[in-house]
């Protein structure tokens, strides 16, 4: 009975996702795709009981669905434990990762992104934001879009920097850490320092190291982190915005899947 009912709760949270977030999305379809799941654990149940398969093929299956759902608490609580406490203030860049720009939608990934921007920039308005994201299905560039919704919410443009090349989470980091270099070697270049010194040569010291912040919803803190790391970023910090809270369970899921892909893959 409790599998049934477990099939038919993830068959009316899929509805709920499908209607918050369109009906285009194919993963969004996941959560039928559960709900079946769980019809069939309680119908091959039922075929046990009566012995009409063996018990080792329900236990077989029972147990494979079992560790499904261990690696996803699993990958819940390590996703929690890697949320900041606090925003580490005063860095020299702000990676603020692409989303949809579907600013309108009620729980838009993106929009929590943004605000929290926002709310740091006021904060910390010495630091440069680098906007990331390419162009979406429907033609839209997501960081072009992004970046006009700072600047109507008050961010100065000069203090935007827009990364249009990438299409996901590791082209975000590494297209973004190359225009970080490209827009420090552009201002070496144009900073011309005289030193007049009658005492004796001057030497020259490394520059310091610069700070990044990474920005992103908290779900997906996690993987972004572990993939800047693995690309080479060093002085990176994690800021974490918020996201809708009928909607996490979904993204979880979601991110559950992209961690174990960006893990076969060697991304992270």
């Known amino acids: 009975m ?21 009906f285009l999305e194919l993963q969004n379809y996941i959560w039928y795709v559960f709900a079946f799941v769980f019809f069939a654990l309680g119908k091959l149940f039922k075929l046990y009981l009566n012995k009409r398969i063996p018990l080792w093929s329900v236990v077989s299956v029972y147990t494979l669905a079992t560790l499904g759902i261990l690696i996803f608490i699993i990958t819940v609580v390590i996703i929690r434990l890697s949320l900041p406490k606090n925003d580490e203030p005063g860095l020299d860049f702000l990676i603020v990762l692409g989303s949809k720009p579907d600013m309108e939608k009620n729980g838009s990934e993106a929009k929590y992104r943004l605000d929290k921007a926002i709310e740091y920039i006021e904060e910390n308005p010495y630091t440069m934001l680098i906007i990331s994201g390419g162009i979406t299905r429907d033609g839209k560039i997501e960081a072009i879009e992004m970046a006009d919704y700072l600047i109507e919410n008050g961010i100065d443009r000069d203090n935007i920097l827009v990364e249009i090349e990438s299409h996901n989470t590791r082209e975000n980091l590494i297209y973004s850490k190359a225009l970080i ?19 004796g040569p001057v030497l020259e010291v490394e520059d310091r190291p610069q700070t990044i912040g990474v920005l992103t919803n908290d779900f997906h803190i996690f993987r972004s982190m572990q993939a800047a790391k693995k690309i080479g970023y060093t002085q990176v910090f994690p800021i974490s915005a918020r996201s809708n809270k009928v909607l996490y369970l979904h993204m979880m899921m979601r991110e559950t899947f992209a961690i174990l892909k960006y893990k076969f893959l060697g991304y992270i």
Not at 192 to 199: A, G, K, P, T
């Open 181 to 199: 270099d490209k827009y420090n070697e552009d201002m070496k270049r144009n900073t011309n320092l005289i030193i007049i010194n009658d005492i």
């Open 2 to 22: 409790i599998i049934f009912i477990l099939g038919i709760l993830c068959g009316i949270y899929g509805t709920v996702v499908i209607f918050m977030t369109g």
